[in-house]
């Protein structure tokens, strides 16, 4: 059977309801204008993909900045085909595919020349997590979007996408849902150093949701 499509109810002031949650899309001035800074400000904002068969969202519960001078950042060696989005104003998308094998979805986090960007590493699943599961191939919520490049499966996101503007194009973009109650505070957000890496990996540029059982990597980084 396929799932029923998930359809976004466009509400005053520009908020599109998506599921349970009122979703509004960020704007390139709501966006910092540091790369540390703007990969601290996405905890907590959403990640939408709108496809044929529906509405696709999820919480960003993880991410990591990727700056000038870092040799693990993509733009350590300049500009290249591959990397050319990194180099596109903040909140452009640069899709790169990992070890031939997955997709992973960045944000280009300066201005247009510079140059650096945060990884999505980690969404909470919030609307369409049946056809999530359909494209993991698993009904496992935790593991839907767990991870960069289960993010990219999940959502269907692939070098096609690589370049769009994420605060513009309906496709995919970055929303965020004003806070109620204790929320209002903001989210509490850990800080340790990034995953998987051989260069600089001792540098303090990863972020993640505390307490999210959505966040991937090893519980000692995730305390």
Known sequence: MQPKPLRIVSVPWGIMRIGSHDIRRLKRADLPQATEALARFLIG?????NLGAGVLAGRIVETEAYIQGDAACHAFNGMT????????????????LAYGTSWMLNVSSR??????????????????????????????PRDLARGPGRVA??????RALDGIDLTRDRRLWLGWEAPTGL?????????????????????????????????????????
Do not use: C, W
């Open 45 to 49: 904002k959403f990640v939408v993909r």
């Open 81 to 96: 085909p591959r990397n050319r989005s990194l180099y596109l104003e903040r909140g452009h998308a640069y899709v790169y």
């Open 111 to 140: 201005a247009a020349g510079e140059g650096e960007g945060v990884l999505i590493r980690a969404l909470e699943p919030i609307a369409g997590s049946t056809v999530m599961a359909l494209h993991r191939g698993t009904e496992k």
């Open 153 to 158: 499966q999940a959502f269907a996101i692939d």
């Open 183 to 223: 929320a209002a505070k903001g989210p509490a957000v850990g800080v340790s150093t990034r995953i998987g890496l051989t260069k600089d990996a001792h540098r303090p540029l990863r972020f993640y949701l505390r307490n999210s059982r959505f966040v991937s990597g090893p519980a000692a980084l995730n305390r």
